[in-house]
């Protein structure tokens, strides 16, 4: 992998990334994502990887359940001295209590965030439905390399319509504002069409989109060369022509280049720089440089940023809430591992939906139509202690649950997949209790295995009823979990 500044002529070799593989035989990655930005306060450029594992025996691993694991991130950080190098960073904010974030496809860079188009994955999923439902949805995925955070944001509202498709899509600056290109097929209109959404706020599960353009065009966008002309690949061209196509004369332009697959068609935006990558020169520097104004685009650093990542994006967690006595025993269980691994004081729940993506108002009308549709109560049963690679499942207690209507745990996948649906899931999660949010070694997580037992040797076998059903606003980047509040709860009829 190497730095390379065009306007110079210069790049670097960077040493080699870590090995992302880890031990379980059952893991290999199914893809790396990279992305390169720019830190304001080390004034250092970074480098990240994500790797993305996919298990291979899904099909007898747990019970038939397919566990798809986080992804792991490596960071260079490139400040052109001999401290330079990579570190593995922690993913806690590509996650929700039932679902990982999977960054795929890098879009670019633009004004201190880096960006993906990316997906929502359960993290759990029985085989039986993950045909329905493997990927929960398309999103926004961005990177904070001050922060070294993760954040997201879904698409516009009819990127999610079933009886809409859309390809191709691709996340370009246009009039300094982020725009979002995509090509539309609908069930009801043959033949493709061309649309240009833009980002007015981001802020909220939603943020606000605008769509500004549609025409008809087949051709793949790249970038803009300007605020009215796009730069294409043809994708009717088997050579991979590359075009520019303005939106007000809606002219073609063929460039002469040496065609390539469409596949491979890729365009780069940068700024004119004199920095060097090898070390020596200050960042201040590149807007000295005579040639500064020549890029195609050159973005400068903007607050603007951060202060619409700052704007915190709630999710919200239906839970299945056990009966006092039931909280008492499990908390001390609770307590005995924060005192040997730290972390977070956690309520004793069972997510029963989680990544609930509504406005405040939408979410607490939906729970409270719950009402009518989940009116009595259910057991559940204790039947395994796991520890996993996530932060908000580290260690738990997997809770009984059947499709066959025979077994005595029907009820409460019956519940469970009652409240999914309510929220707009075609599939439950899988239900657990988590006794710790946290981060272990395989050594540690032996380690907690066997506190649980020692503390609580019958605690796999408990039974208890639920009784009671509350709706969480959750921000899933406190990891102290403070910011987290209880906004509604009802209870469940004793049948």
Request: glycine share 4%; hydrophobic share 35%.
């Amino acid at each position: 992998m190497f730095l390379w500044n065009p306007a110079i002529q210069e790049c670097k070799l960077l040493p080699p990334k870590p090995n992302l593989q880890e031990p379980p035989r059952y893991r290999f990655f199914l893809f790396d994502s990279m992305a390169f930005g720019y830190d304001p306060n080390s004034k250092g450029y970074k480098v990240v990887n994500i790797g993305v594992p996919y298990p291979m025996d899904k099909e007898i691993e747990d019970n038939g359940y397919y566990i798809y694991h986080p992804p792991k991130v490596v960071l260079y950080t490139h400040l052109g001295t001999d401290s330079d190098s990579w570190r593995e960073i922690k993913t806690y904010s590509l996650e929700t209590q039932t679902t990982i974030l999977w960054p795929e496809t890098f879009q670019m860079y633009f004004k201190d965030v880096c960006y993906w188009i990316g997906r929502e994955q359960h993290k759990e999923l029985h085989g039986f439905e993950a045909g329905e439902e493997e990927f929960l949805k398309n999103m926004i995925i961005l990177f904070d390399p001050v922060d070294e955070v993760f954040h997201d944001m879904l698409l516009p509202d009819i990127f999610y319509d079933r009886t809409e498709y859309f390809f191709g899509m691709r996340l370009l600056v246009w009039n300094e504002s982020i725009a979002l290109f995509g090509l539309q097929n609908t069930l009801t209109h043959l033949g493709a069409s061309f649309g240009i959404w833009v980002m007015d706020v981001f802020g909220g599960p939603k943020g606000s989109w605008t769509k500004h353009i549609t025409f008809e065009l087949t051709e793949k966008p790249l970038a803009f060369l300007n605020s009215n002309e796009i730069l294409m690949a043809d994708t009717e061209d088997t050579n991979g022509c590359i075009i520019s196509y303005n939106l007000t004369t809606k002219k073609r332009n063929h460039f002469p280049n040496q065609s390539v697959p469409d596949d491979d068609s890729a365009a780069v935006v940068y700024v004119n720089s004199i920095v060097s990558v090898l070390g020596g020169n200050k960042l201040e520097s590149r807007d000295k440089s005579s040639n500064a104004g020549l890029s195609l685009f050159k973005y400068s650093s903007s607050p603007l940023s951060h202060s619409m990542l700052d704007k915190r994006t709630h999710l919200y967690s239906v839970w299945a809430i056990p009966p006092d006595e039931v909280s008492v025993r499990v908390k001390k269980v609770m307590e005995s591992l924060r005192a040997e691994f730290n972390g977070p004081e956690i309520e004793p729940h069972i997510p029963v939906v989680g990544s609930i993506r509504m406005a405040h108002e939408d979410v607490l009308n939906q729970f409270k139509s719950l009402q009518s549709r989940v009116i009595y109560s259910y057991k559940a049963k204790i039947n395994q202690v796991v520890t996993r690679s996530f932060y908000y499942q580290c260690v738990s207690l997997l809770i009984a649950s059947s499709f066959l209507s025979e077994d005595e745990s029907w009820k409460l996948w019956d519940t469970t997949q009652s409240c999914a649906a309510k929220f707009g899931f075609c599939n439950q999660v899988r239900p657990h209790l988590s006794l710790l949010y946290g981060y272990l070694t395989e050594e540690e997580k032996r380690k907690a295995r066997e506190i649980v037992s020692t503390l609580d040797e019958s605690i796999t076998n408990l039974s208890f009823p639920i009784t009671r059903l509350a709706l969480y606003k959750i921000d899933y980047k406190d990891t102290t979990l403070k910011s987290w509040e209880k906004i509604a709860e009802y209870p469940l009829r004793i049948n």
